[in-house]
């Protein structure tokens, strides 16, 4: 065990990892961020996704050493400082892009990301982008819109509700 | 106008907000005091005897608190089948015991047959893997025509490996063989309706507490519905009496069948924590979802459609295979049956249909309802044969199956399955989708697909289910061992807001909206102060939970009647206190009214007097404001629709892209079309991933070669198009008070068929006579099939 520090949503934070803990486990469990999701044990789902220095990466692929002194991003720092949703979350809520809420919030980190580095995405760069990222629940019209949306484009003439 | 509030209007989901920033709260998420942890030990063959366990080495490993195996569970109760069926000789089904953990033998790859309980997860994952059971391999048989021929044995105390031999409905049997002789012609096809695993993202969790002082156990589980498994673990597994036996299902992370069922997990941990005087927790990883989850569909169907040579329908008959796995799961014994054969007859009039199931044990992992359960083998089997017979007879696709359609003025329709639909407008369906699917349009956008190379097709389907499961005195009478009410409590507090307790169960459905929707149309309030409670059962009426679209159908319609009655308590309040006679007081938006007067008072006023009784007439009121009603429908809803799909298939590659997707369904009446738009999207999500994607590979061994999402192909965001769905055709359900009809399945019924339609109308455009590509329709299925054809 050692004492690992980081900062988690613009807080200095630290608990105890064994070598092998995840990053993901290591917000879960130590740091009671139970927004970041585990969906499976072949980094393929996207649940698990938060920003670290900035960038997206999957909490299931990284251990949560290799985070000493990161600046890391979850869901749970996503609203806006007032507490109100964010664009993307707002969109989401919007445009109905989520359903039992499992995937949302590596949706949500994945959004975040690809808007900072493509703010107008076609619907097929979003596809595109998200295929890390599985919704059993929506079939991803609404996620799709959602973003489409989040980013200021107008979706009213994608395929009717 | 689209209503901004109530019944109708797209309120945005409120639950959406503690979703969006992390807050939901999943069983995985809720940590308690002193808590330890579950690993299993799981088979890794399909099939052995369990000659001895070691568990020395583990026991000594640090943190490890107990173990357990199947020697421990040897006489407690086993997870029984929710359903009895009669083969046709009259014998009942075979019901092998399901034990908590295997004992003896070891049947499917997955198998638990020990787990070991530690301080940490890790922990207990570390001195699982150091249990050394000496298992000696036996024969697995995965097949199931290799299963019915004989040995081995997935269950040798029963020496067979059919479940039972199911006719429906058998008295129609030789009536049906001897049309099928007669007619002017027959079109037969063979086809599978491929294994799907459901996949919900949040894995299956429980965590199982148990307090010494009050002899209280809580299981926290990642259930969609609370009281059944309480039933199931009170009255058959444990024993633990029902109300010493708490069980919450928190947010839980999608379902689709899947978490309708009581596993042994949810014992295990129960026993425990008992056991240790400490919560014991256990979460799944995706692999043991993937081995241990009741799987969906895996039938094998033989569909004769005879017709006149107008294409005038005489009859259907089905002879099918389907695959209950290593143990019945409670309601897998339901789904091959009586949701699918009772809906074989379509949308149609068709007078004789006669189906055979036989159910087939395999050394394979459970196989239960999965979204649409029953129904989408139905429709798919139907949708496919008919559209081969069109091709045969040369008729269009839509045109022979108006041509059969159940008409408007022929409802109540009894079908030749024997189920009574009320309602429906099938025509109506097919016109919108003409419309909206613009199919006038298409002859253009072939050709343009054919200038860059591609072939094109458009694929049809028609589909009918039954949903708002069910009639309890119907479904008894057909072998349920449980009722299907659901029931309400709608508590108006002192300051007029309202807590709705009911026992539907919310895993994505958006009920904490739509409910609110109703009862504050009803009672002329803001749904806005309506609290709905679900997922606890010491705080929700005993409901039986959500699946087969019945939340709104069933569990709504026990909302509204307990609304009924609130209004008609407050009524005789607001009469005492108007001072009038309650017959002359009306009640609307909100407000109590003594009619043809301006004396009222409004509801708000109502609800504190009937907390603060001064000056109450208590001789013939009692106070407060609280009623419960028990709702158990008289029929099964029906809703139906017509779907179109447009394909893209590259010859060169067999690659086969959805272009167009159109939906229209009759949902009845709909509370909020949002939510209503929203679950169709995901049925067509799973269904265009079924027929294109998705398949659960057993080798001969029983090894599942599709057991993670590197092999399993989920859909993903760019396999899928954006979809037009429309719910606008609507023919009220004539049996409910919301006349509604459930939404939750349609889409993972109404795809496939459109989709493989859609394949076969492609290839055959371009001179391949190809009459049927099995699903998933991959590319190396459809390379093969041009390239022999
Ligand atoms: S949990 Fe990280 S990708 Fe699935
Ligand atoms: S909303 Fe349920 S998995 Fe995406």
Redesign the interface.
Known sequence: MATIKMTVNGRERSGEAEGRTLLVDFLRQELNLTGTHVGCDTSQCGACVVHVNGEAVKACTMFAAEAEGAEVVTVEGMANPDGSLSVIQQAFQDHHGLQCGFCTPGMIMSAAALLKDNPKPTEAEVRHYLEGNICRCTGYHNIVKAIMAASGQDVSAVAAE | MPKDTGIGA?T??R????????????T??I?LTGQAHAAFVRSQVAHGEILSIDTSDAEKMPGVLAIFTGEDFVDVGGNPAGWLINSRDGEPMKEPKRPVLAHGKVRHVGDAYAAVIAETA?QARDAAEAIAADIKELPAVTNMAQALAGAPFVHDEIATNQCFDWGWIEDNRAATDEAIRNAPHVTTLELVNNRLVP?????RASTGDYDPGTGDYTLYTTSQNPHLTRLLISAFVLGIPENKLRVIAP????G?GSKIYHYGEEALVLAAAKKLGRPVRW?A???ESFLTDAHGRDHVTKIELACEKDGTFIAFRTETMANVGAYLSNFSTATPTFLHGTLMAGNYTVPNVYVNVKAVFTNTAPVDAYRGAGRPEATYSIERVIDKAARELGLDPIAIRRKNFVKPDQFPFTSAAGLEYDIGNYDALMDKLEELADFGGFAERRKASEAAGKLRGLGINSYIEACGIAPSNLVGILGSRVGLYDAATVRVNATGNISVMVGAHS????HETAFPQVVGEMLGIDPASVDIVHGDTSKIPFGMGSYGSRSLAVCGSAVVRATEKVIAKAKKIAAHMLEASEADVEFAEGNFTVAGTDKSVSFGEVALKAYIPHNFPLDSVEPGLEETAFYDPANFTYPAGGYACEVEVDPETGKVTVERFTACDDFGNVIN???V???V??????G?GQALLENTVYDENGQLTSA???DYA?????D?P?????HSCVTPCTHNPLGVKGCGEA?AIGSPPAVVNAVIDALQSGGHNVTHIDMPVSPSRVWAAMNNA
């Open positions: 797209s945005k989901r639950e959406d907000v503690r979703f969006l920033t992390g807050r939901g709260k999943y995985d998420d940590q890790e996949n919900a993202m949040e894995p947010d839980v992370g999608g689709f979460t990883t995706r692999s895993h994505g459905q958006g079309p949002m939510i738009s929203g679950q999207h995901g049925g067509i999500g799973q265009i993670s999402y590197m989920m859909p993903r965001a760019d899928l954006f979809y037009t769905v429309d889409g």
